[in-house]
T-cell receptor
Framework: DSGVTQTPKHLITATGQRVTLRCSPRSGDLSVYWYQQSLDQGLQFLIQYYNGEERAKGNILERFSAQQFPDLHSELNLSSLELGDSALYFC????????????FGPGTRLTVT | QKEVEQDPGPLSVPEGAIVSLNCTYSNSAFQYFMWYRQYSRKGPELLMYTYSSGNKEDGRFTAQVDKSSKYISLFIRDSQPSDSATYLCAMSEDDSWGKLQFGAGTQVVVTP
C-alpha cells in the first residue's frame, strides 16, 4: 500500500458525461501528479500540482481539468467524455516537486460506453 | 515514432535466470532515467533511477544508461516468480519528474 488513495475504483459512464476523480496524497506529500494509462497510448503524464499550484502540464486535453485543494487532495475532472477516454487514471504524490520518488495510487478505471 | 521505445514482450524466463530489459529513445535531452515495476491491477512503483550515463546497482537490480547510444537497460539477477510484472522505463529532460515519458512496458513472467 503506497499511502495514496483514489476514489472511486471503478467508474462506468456514458459518452458526453462528466466525471470527477479524487486523489488523497500520502501524508506529508505536497505534490500530486495525474497520469492516464491506456492500452494504445501507454502511461502518459497529464498534470502536476505542488502545494495548490499547477507545476507542470503534459498531454492533458482541454476537456480535462484538475485542481489541488488547501488540504492537498486533488480532483481530476473529465468532461464531454468520449469512448477513447476509457483508461486507468493514476494519481501519484511526492514530498518535493522535483527529483523525488513518486508514490502511485491504485488507480481509477474509467469505462465510457 | 514514439520518443521512448520498449518491447512489450511477454518475456518468459525460468526462476533463477537473469532478466534483461531495455529501452531506446530518440530525445538526446533526456537526463533522468527510471525503471518502474507494475503488478497487475496496481499502480507503478519506482525501482531505480539514474542521472546521465553510467551504472547503478541495488540488490538484484542493475540499471545501465548509455547516452551515446540512447539505450538503457535493466538487469534482474536471480529472478523470482515474484518478479513477474510489467516493467516500464521512463525518462525526463530535467528534474521535474512529472514530465516523464514512459515506454510501453515489458511484461515479464518468471516461471518456477
Amino acid at each position: 500500500d503506497s499511502g495514496v488513495t483514489q476514489t472511486p475504483k471503478h467508474l462506468i459512464t456514458a459518452t458526453g458525461q462528466r466525471v470527477t476523480l479524487r486523489c488523497s496524497p500520502r501524508s506529508g506529500d505536497l505534490s500530486v501528479y495525474w497520469y492516464q494509462q491506456s492500452l494504445d497510448q501507454g502511461l502518459q503524464f497529464l498534470i502536476q500540482y505542488y502545494n495548490g499550484e499547477e507545476r507542470a502540464k503534459g498531454n492533458i486535453l482541454e476537456r480535462f481539468s484538475a485542481q489541488q485543494f488547501p488540504d492537498l487532495h486533488s480532483e481530476l475532472n473529465l468532461s464531454s467524455l468520449e469512448l477513447g477516454d476509457s483508461a486507468l487514471y493514476f494519481c501519484a504524490s511526492s514530498v518535493a516537486p522535483n527529483r523525488d520518488k513518486q508514490y502511485f495510487g491504485p488507480g481509477t478505471r474509467l469505462t465510457v460506453t | 515514432q514514439k520518443e521512448v521505445e520498449q518491447d512489450p514482450g511477454p518475456l518468459s524466463v525460468p526462476e533463477g535466470a537473469i532478466v534483461s530489459l531495455n529501452c531506446t529513445y530518440s530525445n538526446s535531452a533526456f537526463q533522468y532515467f527510471m525503471w518502474y515495476r507494475q503488478y497487475s491491477r496496481k499502480g507503478p512503483e519506482l525501482l531505480m533511477y539514474t542521472y546521465s550515463s553510467g551504472n547503478k546497482e541495488d540488490g538484484r537490480f542493475t540499471a545501465q544508461v548509455d547516452k551515446s547510444s540512447k539505450y538503457i537497460s535493466l538487469f534482474i539477477r536471480d529472478s523470482q516468480p515474484s518478479d513477474s510484472a510489467t516493467y516500464l522505463c521512463a525518462m525526463s529532460e530535467d528534474d521535474s519528474w512529472g514530465k516523464l515519458q514512459f515506454g510501453a512496458g515489458t511484461q515479464v513472467v518468471v516461471t518456477p
